[in-house]
T-cell receptor, first 112, second 114 residues
Framework: ELKVEQNPLFLSMQEGKNYTIYCNYS?????LYWYRQDPGKSLESLFVLLSNGAVKQEGRLMASLDTKARLSTLHITAAVHDLSATYFC????????????FGTGTSLTVIP | GAVVSQHPSRVICKSGTSVKIECRSLDFQATTMFWYRQFPKQSLMLMAT?????????EQGVEKDKFLINHASLTLSTLTVTSAHPEDSSFYICSARSLYNEQFFGPGTRLTVL
């Protein structure tokens, strides 16, 4: 059974600080996604990582993928209040079963 | 970008009734559609995977007779919650995978069973 775990589950940080969210998964996959979810809303796509060593950046967020370690990170630089949301990673099992599994989620609160 | 719609966005029903939720890919053909359930402050749990014209594949622990999935065309999948009970109250989200393996999520349907 595939497990996708995020760390931490809850994160409270001050504006201007940096932090990293980790996503570990238990089986082989070369496709990993990061999403943002605001309360009561559906998912907003942030990043698609399609190969080992992939790194993508958008604004204050940067995501990376290490398929050998089965680890992805989402790094937050100089956080601002607008980044407060829940962040999910998701592993795409297209190659083995066509399933798509979400991580446990990280609830981020940025304090002014 | 590609758009996936869900209808209704919100539904309240009495215990014992059945509720149908539609998921449509508006401007692309979806080879596969997925149904997720999300309880408050929890992650999205994959319920089933459906391919057009074939039976859905359900995840372990999901009752296929309670959550009926019909993938009638390359742009439409429906989830019917049969004989709904209060514990079925949840946020249901569908997603659609395009021919290019991109995945797009619907806005979600909030089901409340009284």
């Amino acid at each position: 059974e595939l497990k996708v775990e995020q760390n931490p589950l809850f994160l409270s940080m001050q504006e201007g600080k940096n932090y990293t969210i980790y996503c570990n998964y238990s089986t082989t996959s070369d496709r990993l996604y990061w999403y943002r979810q605001d309360p009561g809303k559906s998912l907003e796509s942030l990043f698609v990582l399609l190969s080992n060593g992939a790194v993508k950046q958008e604004g204050r967020l940067m995501a990376s993928l290490d398929t050998k370690a089965r680890l992805s990170t989402l790094h937050i630089t100089a956080a601002v209040h607008d980044l407060s949301a829940t962040y999910f990673c998701a592993v795409d099992m297209t190659n083995t079963g066509n399933q798509f599994y979400f991580g446990t989620g990280t609830s981020l609160t940025v304090i002014p | 970008g590609a758009v996936v719609s869900q209808h209704p966005s919100r539904v309240i029903c009495k215990s014992g009734t059945s509720v149908k939720i539609e998921c449509r890919s508006l401007d692309f053909q979806a080879t596969t559609m997925f149904w997720y359930r999300q309880f408050p402050k929890q992650s999205l749990m994959l319920m089933a995977t459906s391919n057009e014209g074939s039976k859905a594949t359900y995840e372990q622990g999901v009752e296929k007779d309670k959550f009926l999935i019909n993938h009638a065309s390359l742009t439409l999948s429906t989830l019917t919650v049969t004989s709904a009970h209060p514990e079925d109250s949840s946020f249901y989200i569908c997603s659609a995978r395009s021919l290019y393996n991109e995945q797009f999520f619907g806005p979600g349907t909030r089901l409340t069973v009284l």
